[in-house]
T-cell receptor
Framework: NAGVTQTPKFRVLKTGQSMTLLCAQDMNHEYMYWYRQDPGMGLRLIHYSVGEGTTAKGEVPDGYNVSRLKKQNFLLGLESAAPSQTSVYFCASSYSEQTLLLINQPQHFGDGTRLSIL | TQLLEQSPQFLSIQEGENLTVYCNSS?????LQWYRQEPGEGPVLLVTVVTGGEVKKLKRLTFQFGDARKDSSLHITAAQPGDTGLYLCADVSSGSARQLTFGSGTQLTVLP
């Protein structure tokens, strides 16, 4: 039971470098989400996807891009990393309400990627 | 923009004590979820509350949803070291993707 798997777990970048964070889920969930967590600020939604080939902006999308080419994968890209993007990044997934005919599906989270930008 | 405030921000208690943490919103919740997050892991759902005045129990945890659906509380009876973690409340959006807006959390430490 892998659930939601995030790679890498840790990464250090220099300002201006680019990288992609990978999220993979094996639960056949329709919805996927990317959050960042900073001290004292809880989790904030960056981007999300309601299905393969679709993405939408969340609360803090600037400086990030995403892609969902396959249902099980959701990629988060940083084109030109900045120190303000130092954070812990969490991916989550959930069923759509239409799948289980039930509202308020739980989101299932990965264990996070700890990213430091120098 | 909805603001969720959680209090207290930090709480350290001895094993066996009771505690209550709070979640308040600047606007009415669509529905509310409580999550617990342990170090090095992602949040895990504890409960969802939907109806004003609702009370749900999960073993030693009691969740209350305010009548006006603008506040919620989590009460833990006889806390144990295993209850240590970050407790997060989250408003579930009424939008199609059910996005979550999280509070900043209460960091609970239960000392043996």
């Amino acid at each position: 039971n892998a659930g939601v798997t995030q790679t890498p777990k840790f990464r250090v970048l220099k300002t201006g470098q680019s990288m992609t964070l990978l999220c993979a889920q094996d639960m056949n969930h329709e919805y996927m989400y990317w959050y960042r967590q900073d001290p004292g600020m809880g989790l904030r939604l960056i981007h999300y996807s309601v299905g393969e080939g679709t993405t939408a902006k969340g609360e803090v999308p600037d400086g990030y891009n995403v892609s969902r080419l396959k249902k099980q994968n959701f990629l988060l890209g940083l084109e030109s990393a900045a120190p303000s993007q130092t954070s812990v990044y969490f991916c989550a997934s959930s069923y759509s309400e239409q799948t289980l005919l039930l509202i308020n599906q739980p989101q299932h989270f990965g264990d996070g990627t700890r990213l430091s930008i120098l | 923009t909805q603001l969720l405030e959680q209090s207290p921000q930090f709480l350290s208690i001895q094993e066996g004590e009771n505690l209550t943490v709070y979640c308040n919103s600047s606007s009415v919740f669509s529905s509310l979820q409580w999550y617990r997050q342990e170090p090095g892991e992602g949040p895990v759902l504890l409960v969802t509350v939907v109806t004003g005045g609702e009370v749900k129990k999960l073993k030693r945890l009691t969740f209350q949803f305010g009548d006006a659906r603008k506040d919620s509380s989590l009460h833990i009876t006889a806390a144990q070291p295993g209850d240590t973690g970050l407790y997060l409340c989250a408003d579930v959006s009424s939008g199609s993707a059910r996005q979550l807006t999280f509070g900043s959390g209460t960091q609970l430490t239960v000392l043996p």
